[in-house]
């Protein structure tokens, strides 16, 4: 694949399909100049332009995850058979090990591994800051910039710790005020709202205060950046919330300013249809995480209606602790295959519905009109997927969604590739790996 051309423009040139996640068509162009998409469809040729050619190939708009947690990269295949709070309760001690240097391995890895898998803006929530060093999220930036892709780093936090009720063990909360302090540094050292986005995003009603999710809220909306937590994941949660407060989740957080359209939630399962009706009017958004749910047994959140309400919903990878493969490509089927199951109806959730919410759909998750579809004007985050083993499918969507995992060919980031040729641009996989593997080691029971 060829960078920009002398002309300033680069052509992808012939796709089989080129997707805005409603419907297939031929072969198409994409014309691509200052970082923008200029020209779709038959583009004409001018002097100096760098042609890609893609005839056989698909073309769409930059995957957009949700909802991670990067650094988990570091603890795959840990209490497999836990519910989430048993989860929990077994990786805590093990993640407040974890340093600066070992979450930034961590991110590389999770990085390039969803720009191999076609993602081109993801969001990390990261809420274990051990002694308050928040040096952290200079790793998590600093590994988002040699893969290139873009990051929405949500700034979490923990304050409620066992002794006081809460599931973390005391060891890994902080104080609220130095969390507060903390976060309003980090924005202002990484917030560009363009490549990094800083998100404030207290963990869990679980393991915060009321008075940490509040304050978060005020400083969010002073500060002009978004809010992110998880919600409703389990009925433990919600057990816990109506012992507690006599209330359940969602409208605990809508008694503490949390339901509105800066907002998005992460996981969003046990919603009752007052609660789904509730976030479609408010315009809060839902990461829906199909993998980890099914992993951890949590259940399956309700797409179609939310979605029906009005609510934005996108995907998320969520942690590759409680999702072992790591890649948004997957979510897609399994969003379909779990709608469809929910509803006893192959309507419920179509594959076109589900590049939708792993792209338009994250988009608006995350408060970005710039992204997540292919639109003149628009940036220019696009992938190129091999199409040579799907010739043969009727439907090229169908085939890129239901069929087998697959790499991208190419894929661009603001018009700049990040993958080429199916191989990362800045940084080689396989040494990434090799030092994931050997931080990762260290954390076994028995050691390396």
């Known amino acids: 694949m060829s960078d920009v051309g002398e002309g300033g423009r680069t052509v992808l040139r012939g796709a089989r399909w080129v997707g805005d996640g409603r419907s297939p068509g031929g072969p198409a162009d994409v014309a691509v100049a200052g970082g923008r998409i200029v020209a779709l469809g038959s583009v004409a040729a001018e002097h100096g332009d760098a042609v890609v050619d893609c005839d056989g190939d698909l073309v769409t708009p930059g995957l957009v995850n949700t909802h991670h947690h990067f650094y988990q990269w570091l603890t795959r295949g840990w209490a497999v058979d836990e519910t989430l709070f048993g989860w929990l309760s077994t990786l805590y001690p093990v993640w407040a090990r974890l340093s600066p240097e070992d979450v930034e391995a961590a991110a590389a890895v999770a990085l390039a591994e969803l720009a191999l898998s076609g993602c081109t803006t993801a969001a990390d929530h990261h ?35 066992r002794s006081r009720g809460g599931l973390p063990p005391d060891g890994v909360v902080e104080e609220r005020d130095a969390i507060l302090a903390s976060t309003q540094r980090v924005v202002e050292r990484h917030h560009d709202g363009d490549r990094v986005a800083v998100t404030v995003a207290p963990c869990s009603p679980f393991s915060v205060t009321t008075g940490l999710m509040t304050e978060s809220a005020d400083l969010a909306r002073r500060l002009g950046v978004r809010l992110h937590t998880h919600l409703a994941e389990t009925l433990d949660e919600e057990r816990d919330s109506l012992a507690r407060f006599g209330l359940r989740p969602l409208q605990l957080l809508d008694d503490l300013g949390w339901v509105a359209d800066d907002v998005w939630f992460a996981h969003g399962i046990w919603f009752d ?132 995992e697959r790499r991208a060919r190419h894929v661009l980031v603001g018009g700049e590739p990040v993958v080429r040729d199916g191989a990362l641009v800045g940084a080689d996989r396989r040494e990434l790996h090799r030092e994931l593997t050997r931080r990762a080691r260290r954390l076994w029971p028995d050691g390396p």
């Open 273 to 404: 249809d007052a609660e789904v009706a509730r976030l479609g009017a408010a315009g809060a958004g839902v990461a829906h995480c199909p993998s980890s749910n099914c992993r951890l047994g949590s259940g399956t959140a309700r797409v179609r209606d939310l979605v029906a309400a009005g609510a934005p919903v996108g995907l998320g990878v969520d942690g590759v602790a409680s999702n072992e493969i790591g890649t948004l490509m997957v979510e897609m089927r399994q969003a379909v295959y779990l709608a469809r199951q929910r509803e006893l109806d192959p309507r419920a959730l179509g594959v076109a519905d589900a590049l939708r919410l792993a792209t338009e759909g994250g988009a608006r998750c995350l408060g970005r009109d710039d992204v997540g579809r292919l639109e003149v004007g628009l940036a220019a985050d696009l992938v190129v997927w091999p199409g040579d083993d799907i010739g043969d499918v009727l439907d090229p969507l169908a085939g890129l969604v239901l069929g087998p």
């Open 127 to 161: 809420y274990l800051v051990p002694g308050g060093d928040d040096s952290v999220f200079d790793a998590i930036v600093a590994a988002a910039r040699r893969i290139g892709l873009r990051l929405h780093v949500a700034r979490g936090s923990m304050d409620l710790g």
